[in-house]
């Protein structure tokens, strides 16, 4: 088909399912639907908005044009089909707005002062799920750290072994091995400890 057709001969045509006129007309308004973008969404662009979906809507506003364009109406298709455009850039816009654009707005920093001496920031206020973060944890630690030494004199030398090996992460295998016993022994040895621990303390 002769691309310098008329737009209301393509309408014709377009509304008949012939692929090239659409083709055609896409084409005549290729740089209609994009400067209607650059327009309404000027630079510096935001992130969250992807000119290819833009120019998407823009495309399905032109083929609404095509559908709802009537001869007799007192305007130009070109005008009409400018207006369906925007009408639908505008509309995507809007959705990126009260969507991404609204969680981008009302985001705060973790650096975000959030005592009255500023010495204290957001970031010191979100929970953390690592026991090593844990000051109930930490004391814990800690004062098991300090039983050690008292433990160690309630077992045997080859009782402390045993202990100490396993809470290190040896398998019964190689605790038999260092310690020279058997690996049934070792099991017994701990068994036996596991007893004991809790008769040690109070807490």
Not at 26 to 40: E, G, K, P
Not at 84 to 102: A, D, N, P, Q
Not at 108 to 128: A, G, H, K, Y
Not at 174 to 186: A, L, M, N, T
Request: aromatic share 12%.
């Amino acid at each position: 088909m002769n691309p310098s057709v008329s737009d209301y001969e393509l309408l014709y045509y377009v509304r008949q399912n012939d692929e090239e006129s659409q083709a055609i007309l896409i084409q005549r308004y290729h740089r209609t639907i994009w400067a209607i973008i650059h327009n309404l969404v000027p630079p510096p662009r935001p992130s969250y908005i992807d000119l290819d979906d833009l120019y998407q809507e823009g495309l399905i506003g032109l083929l609404e044009a095509v559908n709802n364009f009537k001869e007799d109406m007192d305007t130009s298709f070109g005008t009409f089909a400018r207006v369906c455009v925007e009408r639908e850039i505008r509309s995507l816009l809007r959705k990126y707005r009260t969507g991404s654009y609204s969680l981008l707005s009302t985001a705060m920093s973790l650096d975000m002062s959030v005592s009255e001496d500023e010495n204290i920031c957001l970031m010191d206020t979100v929970p953390c799920g690592k026991t090593d973060f844990d000051p109930v944890y930490a004391t814990y630690v800690s004062w098991a750290k300090d039983q050690i030494p008292f433990i160690k004199k309630t077992l045997s030398e080859t009782e402390w072994q045993v202990y100490r090996y396993h809470a290190l992460g040896y398998s019964y295998k190689e605790i038999s091995k260092w310690v020279g016993c058997s690996e049934k022994d070792v099991d017994n040895i701990l068994q036996k400890i596991k007893k004991k621990l809790p008769t040690l303390f109070d807490t």
